[in-house]
């Protein structure tokens, strides 16, 4: 089955307000960034997004965030988005934060249709006991809608908090290689969270680097199989080359050393 698309354009076009979004990535590392700037083309709003944090300002998800598009985030923090944290301080935005390997764990549980699971991840904090400002009273004033404590229980003698798999309307992933089945194939940073948030959409959404033909692709090397991607979109080379870097940092190298005979 040939999954490709024309363009993100009409790969996102039925995507309605009101979706809910597993969005790949981390940091900007492998974020669907041309898939995000066509959806934010597009105008859907009241959007759900679950993502490992919800890009930068004026980049990745950050720019559907300044436009007021997002109404509720699942994620494992914050980041360097001054917006992001303004939007929740002030009562704008309701924000889930859930720990990292939780929330990987999370969409991986969703795809597999495991509904829920225990970790020992967050037992005696506000994630076990709930009270996590979930929502602040806008303007300031207190929090208006707090996480509700979990089950806890206890196997081998040790607690465990049970957590709920996700699933969403749609999944935006963005991989480094992909055939026209699907099976992709991801580059470093860009697997941590890429194939989960795929597993954990109904309709999965792939933006690819390099698109080959159907049996380039060696079985062994694929990460994510075709079965979890429904579209598929090719990359121009300005796209493909188009990459943020969220903080750069230049090492200084050491001084020469002068050798004396």
């Not at 039925?14 to 790949?24: M, Q, T, Y």
């Not at 494992?76 to 001054?82: C, F, L, P």
């Not at 194939?195 to 999965?204: K, Q």
């Given at each position: 089955?040939?999954?490709?698309?024309?363009?993100?354009?009409?790969a996102?076009?039925?995507?309605?307000d009101?979706a809910?979004?597993?969005v790949?990535g981390?940091?900007?590392?492998?974020?669907?960034?041309?898939?995000?700037?066509?959806?934010?083309?597009?105008?859907?709003?009241?959007?759900?997004?679950?993502?490992?944090?919800?890009?930068?300002?004026?980049?990745?998800?950050?720019?559907l965030?300044?436009?007021?598009?997002?109404?509720?985030?699942?994620?494992?923090?914050?980041?360097?988005?001054?917006e992001?944290?303004?939007?929740?301080?002030?009562?704008e935005?309701?924000?889930?934060?859930?720990?990292?390997?939780?929330?990987?764990?999370?969409?991986?549980?969703?795809?597999?249709?495991?509904p829920?699971?225990?970790?020992?991840a967050g037992?005696g904090?506000?994630?076990?006991?709930?009270g996590?400002?979930?929502?602040?009273v806008?303007?300031?004033?207190?929090?208006?809608?707090?996480?509700?404590a979990?089950e806890v229980?206890?196997?081998?003698?040790?607690?465990?908090?049970?957590?709920?798999g996700i699933t969403?309307d749609y999944a935006?992933i963005?991989?480094?290689?992909?055939?026209r089945h699907?099976n992709?194939?991801?580059?470093?940073?860009?697997?941590?969270?890429?194939?989960?948030?795929a597993?954990?959409?109904?309709?999965?959404?792939?933006?690819?680097?390099?698109?080959?033909?159907?049996?380039?692709?060696?079985?062994?090397?694929?990460?994510?199989?075709g079965?979890?991607?429904q579209?598929?979109?090719?990359?121009t080379?300005?796209?493909a080359?188009?990459?943020?870097?969220?903080r750069?940092?230049?090492?200084?190298?050491?001084a020469r050393?002068?050798?004396?005979?």
């Amino acid at each position: 089955m040939d999954k490709v698309s024309p363009s993100a354009a009409e790969a996102v076009a039925d995507i309605p307000d009101g979706a809910s979004l597993a969005v790949g990535g981390f940091g900007l590392s492998g974020i669907p960034t041309t898939l995000i700037e066509s959806l934010f083309a597009r105008g859907a709003s009241g959007l759900s997004v679950v993502s490992n944090n919800c890009g930068v300002d004026g980049a990745g998800l950050g720019v559907l965030l300044a436009a007021g598009r997002i109404v509720r985030v699942t994620a494992s923090y914050v980041g360097e988005n001054k917006e992001f944290a303004r939007q929740y301080l002030g009562g704008e935005l309701e924000v889930e934060l859930t720990p990292q390997g939780t929330l990987a764990e999370r969409l991986r549980a969703g795809g597999c249709g495991i509904p829920a699971f225990f970790t020992p991840a967050g037992v005696g904090t506000q994630v076990a006991d709930g009270g996590l400002p979930w929502r602040y009273v806008a303007g300031g004033g207190g929090v208006a809608l707090a996480s509700p404590a979990k089950e806890v229980r206890t196997f081998d003698g040790r607690p465990y908090v049970l957590e709920r798999g996700i699933t969403c309307d749609y999944a935006l992933i963005r991989a480094a290689r992909g055939d026209r089945h699907g099976n992709l194939v991801f580059r470093k940073a860009a697997r941590n969270f890429n194939p989960l948030a795929a597993m954990a959409g109904r309709i999965t959404i792939a933006e690819v680097e390099e698109l080959v033909e159907p049996g380039v692709l060696d079985p062994d090397e694929i990460h994510l199989p075709g079965v979890f991607v429904q579209r598929v979109v090719e990359l121009t080379p300005a796209q493909a080359t188009d990459k943020n870097i969220e903080r750069r940092t230049i090492s200084v190298p050491p001084a020469r050393r002068t050798v004396h005979a």
